[in-house]
């Protein structure tokens, strides 16, 4: 069928030297129609509304076309434009309406609007290239071609329970002069480095976010270098369905899209998902003195919360609160978790903040959130992984409580926390510990063991290795006196504070790490490790590394040569893992797990006791001894299953190769029924 | 705009030669002087080496003529790619594509199955 085919494909009339015609309400966005581009944009209050076009890259607009009353339908601008260049063209919107704050109406109309369906954006094109303030709209929407040629790909449906989730920065892998990557910092890096994850055996990866944002949006400067800080992390976001150019090697040339998706492609032939840390409970715009980007100017109401007064609720920490459950932003966060899995093949989402998607428009926790609800039944998202950091900046903390709808995961702090406090030697620990390492039935009870993603480390805090090298944080860097950043860690530097040659100390952190490590793995529940950190890699003790875009948040491949022995013990893990599905069962044990402690059968829950041990035993048995204390136990096992022995799988205590055996090579052990286990250390036996 | 497209057949195969920037201005037009070259021989060497800029919709352009020369029995072979167009086509996977060879010579004479 060719364009002459549909009889709508010619204007009825001419604005601004264009033909247009009344467009079409859905979808919104700019969307290319035979002959012409449909533009398509809510705003309730707005009193009238522009089309404000631009050659790309240009100072000053090409035209600006006034919507006509008749081509709005309900709250919807919508216009058809004819003759236009696509990939040369560059789009806003101007709204005028009421300014009066008070009432919740902050319409300007001298702003040019970038549209909150954008799905690709320039300004931002190369990373860190000097921001032109001047320019009007400075994040512009572009339009994309969605032909990407994905072959058969499509979501890779891994269960949940058996992934190994690998949470990296796209430029913090591999921008590092070390990487070795043609184009280091970028998604096409990202690309050369998935045989490293292959072999690494991660099977998911989260990216941190990948929306557009812009870097240049951090005011501070380290006050040691007067160095200008970044947004390096990026949960401001600018435009939620548009990949952030400056990851695109290829952003300059307007290209991301592709690029991200080649990316998306490539993981998922190497048998790896890609989940999406996505960040809904508050935009780049800030508050009364943030910047006016989009959504403010369209319709400040419909899209924030509110406070009686006007003022914007602050439950993000970060000067706005997106209205989620708001019924017109409830559909807009459904259409780009959509456009993301449709367009982009994505496998899941991690949603920040997440206890924000469960508030009223006056900020009041729901039972029954709908936008919750929707997402998990939604038909396009319904085999997603759908993960939530459940609580806020504001204080509502739902681990464990987070409306699930049988759908959703969430992030596991109080794991975090726990395996934290026993690794220190922490009293009063082995209780909780114990409910962790299988799934914590206590916050997940009916979920099952996949509703919670067990870490230690994520990138908010500590990497491993400064979790094990300091007692407190370190943050000067950051240009906030060390006040930002948590203080609860629950870390130990193992003896002295930071950097330091003592042999004994840096042999006792190496242990810690592989503790930490082999609880996690062994542990049931989604594991989820923290880029680097199989490798030792250090922010020098800065706990909240968000405006660093340097060496203190790249990973320095170099690591991989004088950390291998670190490296290999957690490839062998991760195997181990993946080789015995006893560890990854769905729902929470029963039976088949039985808790012992120096004496078989006999586990210490005093508030004293640091030596946890767990069989787990079906088909297979698995015991896993963990020893907090400072001095070293004579166990008595556990009898193994008639005809079997136990062999050693790992023990942290031992010099490397011994501290990791892999598949088929687990040697049995000298004494069948004891072993010894050594000051703070973890063992791992297979019964076979 | 437009990409200067000059063709010769040797040895039995058809060598197309571009000169200009691919883009979404030229890509339309270019795709029309190609498509009535492919066909008449069993390869089809499309000579790069002037092109200095492949816009989005212009490695669209190339995949549909590699494709169209597909339904045509006849092989496609990109040459003398820029370095900077072939980073472009390896980042976004068109490369993935095409057969690439670094010239014209290389391809006359026996090529790929």
């Not at chain 1, 006050?223 to 390096?232: M, N, Q």
């Not at chain 1, 702090?413 to 909780?432: A, H, M, N, P």
């Not at chain 1, 922010?539 to 203190?552: A, I, K, P, V, W």
Request: contains cysteine; hydrophobic residues 35%.
């Amino acid at each position: 069928m060719s364009t002459a085919d549909r009889i709508d494909a010619y204007p009825t009339r001419t604005i601004a030297g264009y033909g247009v015609r009344s467009g079409r309400p859905l979808p919104f966005g700019a969307t290319t129609v035979p002959g012409g581009v449909n533009f398509s944009v809510y705003s309730d209050r707005a009193t009238r509304m522009w089309l404000v076009l631009f050659e790309a890259g240009a100072p000053r607009p090409l035209a600006e076309l006034e919507f006509p009353a008749e081509f709005r339908t309900g709250s919807v601008f919508a216009m058809t434009v004819f003759g236009l260049d696509e990939e040369d063209l560059e789009y806003g919107f101007r709204a005028d309406g009421p300014f009066d704050p008070e009432h919740g109406d902050r319409f300007d109309a001298s702003r040019v609007l970038t549209d909150p369906y954008a799905r690709m954006i320039s300004g931002r094109d190369v990373w860190g290239s000097p921001p032109d303030r001047d320019r009007p709209c400075p994040y512009r929407p572009r339009l994309v071609r969605d032909d990407f040629d994905w072959g058969d790909d499509a979501p890779l449906r891994i269960p949940t329970e058996d992934l190994v989730v690998y949470e990296l920065h796209v430029r913090g892998f591999t921008r590092h002069p070390s990487s070795g990557v043609s184009a280091p910092g970028t998604f096409a890096g990202l690309r050369e480095k998935i045989p490293y994850l292959g072999e690494l055996g991660v099977n998911c990866v989260e990216l941190m976010p990948v929306f557009e944002f812009d870097e240049h949006g951090n005011p501070r400067r380290d006050p040691a270098t007067g160095a200008p800080l970044a947004d390096y992390w990026g949960y401001n976001t600018v435009g939620f369905f548009a990949p952030k150019a400056g990851y695109a090697a290829t952003g300059r040339f307007g290209m991301q899209a592709d690029e991200f998706k080649t990316l998306v492609k490539g993981l998922h032939a190497a048998g790896i998902e890609v989940i999406l840390d996505v960040v809904f409970n508050h935009t780049a715009e800030g508050n009364e003195q943030g910047p006016t980007i989009s959504f403010r100017g369209l319709d400040n109401a419909t899209y924030y919360m509110l406070t009686p007064e006007g003022h914007y609720y602050n439950f993000s920490g970060t000067g706005n609160t997106v209205n989620c459950n708001h019924p017109v932003v409830r559909d807009f966060i459904l259409d780009c978790l959509r456009h993301w899995v449709s367009e982009y093949h994505v496998d899941g989402f991690r949603f920040d903040l997440a206890a924000i998607l469960d508030r009223a428009p006056d900020g009041t926790p729901l039972a029954n959130p709908p936008l919750v609800e929707q997402l998990a039944h939604d038909p396009v998202l319904r085999h997603c992984k759908l993960i939530a950091e459940a609580w806020d900046a504001a204080g509502l903390y739902e681990v464990g409580s987070f409306p699930d709808y049988g759908r959703w995961a969430e992030w596991n702090g109080k794991y975090r926390d726990t395996v934290r406090r026993f690794l220190k030697g922490d009293e009063g620990t082995v209780g909780e510990l114990a409910t962790r390492l299988v799934g914590s039935p206590d916050l997940y009870s009916g979920r099952g063991t996949a509703a919670s993603v067990n870490f230690v480390t994520a990138h908010d805090g500590f990497t491993l290795h400064d979790l094990v090298a300091y007692d407190t944080k370190h943050n000067e860097a950051n240009g906030e006196g060390n006040a930002d950043g948590a203080n609860d860690n629950h870390s130990w530097n193992c003896g002295t504070e930071g950097p330091t040659g003592d042999p004994v100390i840096l042999r006792l952190r190496g242990r810690q790490m592989k503790n930490a490590l082999a609880i996690l793995l062994t542990s049931q529940g989604v594991p989820m490790l923290l880029a680097g950190d199989e490798l030792a890699r250090t922010q020098s003790g800065n706990n909240n590394t968000y405006c660093q875009d340097n060496e203190l948040s790249w990973l320095d491949w170099g690591l991989l040569e004088a950390n291998a022995e670190l490296h290999r013990f957690v490839r062998g893990l991760i195997a181990f893992r993946h080789a015995h599905p006893l560890l990854r069962g769905a729902d929470h044990p029963g039976s088949e797990v039985s808790w012992h402690g120096v004496r078989a059968g006999e586990p210490d829950w005093s508030p004293e006791s640091r030596l946890l041990a767990v069989l787990r035993g079906g088909d297979e048995q698995i015991y896993v001894v963990m020893n907090a204390h400072w001095e070293p136990h004579d166990l008595e096992l556990p009898q193994p299953r008639p005809g079997t022995a136990w062999h050693l799988v790992a023990d942290t205590a031992a010099d490397s190769p011994h501290d990791l055996h892999l598949p088929g090579t687990e040697p049995p052990l000298e004494d069948p029924g004891r072993y010894r286990i050594a000051p703070r250390s973890t063992a791992i036996l297979l019964a076979r | 705009m437009t990409v200067s497209v000059r063709s010769r057949e040797q040895d039995g195969v058809t060598v197309v030669e571009l000169e200009g920037e691919i883009t979404s201005v030229t890509s339309a037009e270019l795709q029309a002087d190609i498509l009535p070259l492919i066909g008449g021989t069993t390869t089809t060497v499309i000579d790069l080496s002037g092109v200095p800029y492949i816009s989005s919709a212009g490695l669209r352009t190339l995949l549909l003529v590699h494709r169209q020369a597909l339904r045509r029995q006849t092989v496609t072979v990109l040459v003398g790619l820029a370095e900077e167009v072939r980073f472009v086509m390896a980042s976004t996977g068109f490369l993935d594509f095409f057969d690439v060879r670094e010239n014209a010579s290389a391809v006359l004479g026996p090529v790929r199955e």
